[in-house]
């Protein structure tokens, strides 16, 4: 079982279509993640929010548009995407601020996401 | 780029200790050594991270040798759901600091 909750667990969607991922947590955290992993190839981040701010773009091309409108929720809007897209598209949370340092990045277990 | 080295595939018997090695050889003094690793098809699952002295909890023990260059991820008693993808991640710890995933280590485990 996993603190972290992100649905839908799957999502097949085409090239022209608008979906959005959700993560969702109620561990107080005040950092969220998203990572993208494809095939058998490590998760790489996205994104970064902390205190519902966005902290970290990793140079994520602008049909990914992230959300966080409060402390527990993360959404991830999609738009016009490509073939390429096709990922596990993970979530994390985790404490924010150096009192919290060492504390670990918890995850969900991702949106397996295919596009037609 | 990934700061660690890890060995693509190890292989381990049922009931027996796993030894994951890592190598951070470029590894800073405020770097810590962190562990995850991901069963197919779920999230990465934290595991253990330490500075430089041993660590262990109720999942597994982390070794760092005296220099930091290196370190073992040791799962005393592996089971077959422990047969999974291990990470090996260094990252300092400041707030959120995120994480760099390698390619890891695909241990597994046998009957």
């Known amino acids: 079982d996993t603190e972290v909750t992100q649905t839908p667990k799957h999502l097949v969607m085409g090239m022209t279509n608008k979906k959005s991922l959700k993560c969702e947590q109620h561990?107080?955290?005040?950092?969220m993640y998203w990572y993208k992993q494809k095939a058998k190839k490590p998760p790489e981040l996205m994104f970064v929010y902390s205190y519902e701010k966005l902290s970290i773009n990793e140079s994520v091309p602008s049909r990914f548009s992230p959300e966080c409108p409060n402390s527990s929720l993360l959404n991830l809007h999609l738009h016009a995407l490509q073939p390429e897209d096709s990922a596990l598209y993970l979530c994390?949370?985790?404490?924010?601020?150096?009192?919290?340092?060492?504390?670990?990045?918890?995850f969900g277990d991702g949106t397996r996401l295919s596009i037609l | 780029d990934a700061k660690t080295t890890q060995p693509p595939s190890m292989d381990c018997a049922e009931g027996r200790a796993a030894n994951l090695p890592c190598n951070h050889s470029?590894?800073?003094?405020?770097?810590?050594v962190y562990w995850y690793r991901q069963i197919h098809s779920q999230g990465p699952q934290y595991i253990i991270h330490?500075?430089?002295n041993n660590e262990t909890n109720e999942m597994a023990s982390l070794i760092i040798t005296e220099d930091r260059k290196s370190s073992t991820l040791i799962l005393p008693h592996a089971t077959l759901r422990d047969t999974a993808v291990y990470y090996c991640?260094?990252?300092?710890?400041?707030?959120?600091?995120?994480?760099?995933f390698g390619k890891g280590t695909m241990l597994l485990v046998s009957p």
């Open positions: 561990m107080g955290h005040r950092a």
């Open positions: 994390a949370s985790s404490q924010e601020g150096l009192l919290f340092a060492n504390q670990p990045q918890h």
């Open positions: 991640i260094v990252r300092v710890d400041s707030g959120y600091s995120t994480l760099t």
């Open positions: 470029t590894i800073s003094g405020n770097e810590y």
């Open positions: 330490g500075l430089k």
